[in-house]
């Protein structure tokens, strides 16, 4: 965290940001505020360069091509890179997951390099597509409650020996591997594939950025009246039998 106060990057909102993933730039940058923290927002549209200054960088999700198009300007741009090597906190969703990984399939068929901040290599998976709630349990080392979020994705997602399954389902598809995973991260990049949007559904999940950002074991509470219900309401959504 710089003097100026925490810098949050918001990545590409004009190709990714297809399905309210911006909601989780939007929790983050409240969350903050409620606990009287400075935040500078700064969001980077695919013909600037993304600033490697950052202390939480947000990917979200989008279509095929705007994915791969994301993904050559940020190979070629090189600035996320550089703050992951700088220990910026990144969290990606969806399309943003899979450009992160070492590689994905793009709209014409193709396997496209990604940027090899996780261990995670995606297919497209050849089954029914991954669509629905998600109710998964979060990697015990975060101490986190459920994960819950909404999964729409064709992708399937092999985490590599480096890599921590973010979750692990009870109920939904997660990485469509079949193994039960959901998500995976690495230190301080976290790759999932829940909208909903994740954060609003989730916001410990942001506060864990906060708290990863700041280096700090604790922030001071907040009224979560609003997301609890929010959260009740989807997990016994996710829960219910189709």
């Given amino acids: 965290m710089s003097n100026n106060g925490l810098r949050l990057v918001w990545v590409y909102p004009d190709l990714l940001s297809t399905y309210g993933d911006q909601g989780n730039a939007l929790v983050v940058e409240r969350r903050a505020r409620q606990r009287g923290l400075d935040v500078q927002r700064v969001d980077v549209r695919s013909d600037q360069p993304v600033p490697t200054s950052g202390d939480i960088y947000l990917i979200g999700g989008g279509e095929d091509r705007p994915q791969r198009l994301a993904a050559e300007r940020l190979r070629r741009d090189g600035g996320l890179s550089r703050a992951a090597s700088n220990g ?144 009740a309401e989807r997990i016994a959504s996710a829960t219910q039998p189709a």
């Fill in 88 to 231: 910026a906190i990144i969290f990606s969703v969806c399309a943003g997951y899979q450009i992160l990984g070492h590689e994905f399939v793009n709209d014409l068929g193709e396997r496209e390099a990604g940027l090899g901040l996780l261990d995670v290599v995606s297919t497209r998976g050849e089954g029914a597509r991954c669509v629905g709630d998600v109710l998964a349990d979060i990697d015990p080392h975060l101490g986190l409650p459920p994960l819950t979020g909404f999964e729409n994705h064709q992708g399937v997602t092999h985490l590599g020996p480096t890599a921590r399954p973010f979750a692990r389902v009870q109920f939904g598809r997660g990485n469509g591997t079949g193994d039960g995973t959901e998500g995976a991260y690495n230190d301080t990049v976290f790759g999932t594939y829940m909208h909903g949007p994740v954060m609003a559904r989730n916001p410990q999940i942001a506060d864990l950025m906060l708290k990863l950002a700041l280096d700090v074991n604790a922030l001071p509470p907040t009224d979560d009246r609003w997301y609890d219900a929010l959260r």
